[in-house]
């Protein structure tokens, strides 16, 4: 008896000798005999085992389990970093572990594309940082949003609005693609969400929508009602009358001061001038002008003014919208909303 006990015991030792070894050979061997350097990226949110998977998609792990198994043994599951990272090929499983969880000087840089910006805006923010590798530079708006993937002839309004990390050195065009799949992901989880009957034949227009939405609201409390009034007006077959796309038309020549000419200047994004939509988004719009775009405030308001401190009044009627303009804007407004 007292032999067979001392044979088990000294099979464990022996089993837990040899698990003991083949970890230590696991945790500390390069995962990549190749060389090659890989971007992969880690959104916010994202669990260990989820990210486990995504690097062994990626080829960056050989398995997902014994990843997952070292980062909950070091309790790190949740230490996470979202952002981009650049693989190196002699990181070994803990290298990779420390540096997506930041437990090792390994440093994040960070671009804040922010709501209400145009693209132009956006690609000019990235292009001024000095930690990006700029493979943008020499492509047009167009050739951006094919490298994407997206089948869309204007970038506007296709990146969504948000802080984004990586890792010195990495593509602008990654930020980018990182950007766009956030934007249809949430585009696509808002419009299945919808408000039955609405006025918008596709998500797209739904975009449009929520970027004017975004462009006319200086409080989120006041989103749903500014796109009840714009939902009321389309409805109707009435003027969308909103400046904000009157000067994103005008582009570089609009000079600060929108001009009663200038409301009267046909083109495709006078919405004094045309009825619907205009034909592309005209800024990025976030989360709340999304969502407002495609729930609405039930209201019958069909004019809204600013106060000048950042909200609006919102009128049924022309005549109430008349005083309120009178009330608000002393010096008269050059839109009649």
């Known amino acids: 008896m007292i032999r067979r006990l001392a044979i088990a015991l000294l099979v464990l030792v022996a089993g837990l000798g040899a698990v003991g070894g083949w970890l230590a050979y696991y945790v500390w061997t390069p995962l990549d005999s190749s060389g090659q350097a890989r971007e992969f990226e880690i959104e916010r949110g994202a669990s260990l085992r989820s990210v486990a998977r995504d690097l062994r998609a990626a080829g960056i792990l050989p398995d997902a389990w014994r990843f997952e198994l070292l980062g909950r043994a070091l309790k790190r599951e949740s230490a996470l970093k979202a952002g981009s990272y650049q693989f190196d090929a002699r990181w070994s499983p803990l290298r990779l572990l420390d540096a997506i969880t930041g437990t090792t000087a390994f440093r994040l840089d960070k671009v804040v594309l922010v709501e209400g910006w145009t693209f132009r805006q956006a690609r000019s923010a990235l292009d001024r940082h000095e930690a990006l590798k700029h493979d943008s530079a020499r492509l047009s708006d167009g ?195």
Do not use: C
Request: charged share 25%.
């Open 143 to 337: 050739e951006i949003v094919r490298h994407m993937g997206l089948a869309y002839d204007h970038a506007e309004g296709l990146f969504f609005p948000d802080t984004y990390y990586f890792a010195k050195g990495t593509s602008d065009l990654s930020v980018l693609r990182r950007a766009a799949a956030r934007m249809q992901q949430i585009l696509a989880r808002q419009w299945e969400q919808r408000q039955d009957g609405l006025p918008l034949s596709d998500p797209y227009q739904a975009l449009i929508l929520a970027s004017i939405v975004e462009k006319e609201t200086g409080q989120e409390v006041d989103r749903p009602l500014v796109a009840a009034v714009l939902v009321n007006r389309l409805r109707k077959g009435m003027r969308l009358q909103v400046d904000p796309a009157v000067i994103y038309g005008l582009g570089e020549q609009f000079d600060g001061n929108l001009r009663r000419r200038d409301l009267e200047l046909d083109g495709p994004y006078n919405t004094y001038v045309r009825a619907g939509l205009p034909p592309t988004p005209i800024a990025m719009p976030g989360l709340a002008s999304l969502s407002a775009a495609l729930q609405p405030a039930s209201s019958p308001a069909l004019y809204f003014v600013a106060r000048g401190d950042g909200s609006s009044h919102f009128s049924d009627s022309l005549a109430e919208h008349n005083r309120a303009v009178t009330k608000y804007q002393r010096q008269g407004t050059t839109s009649d909303r």
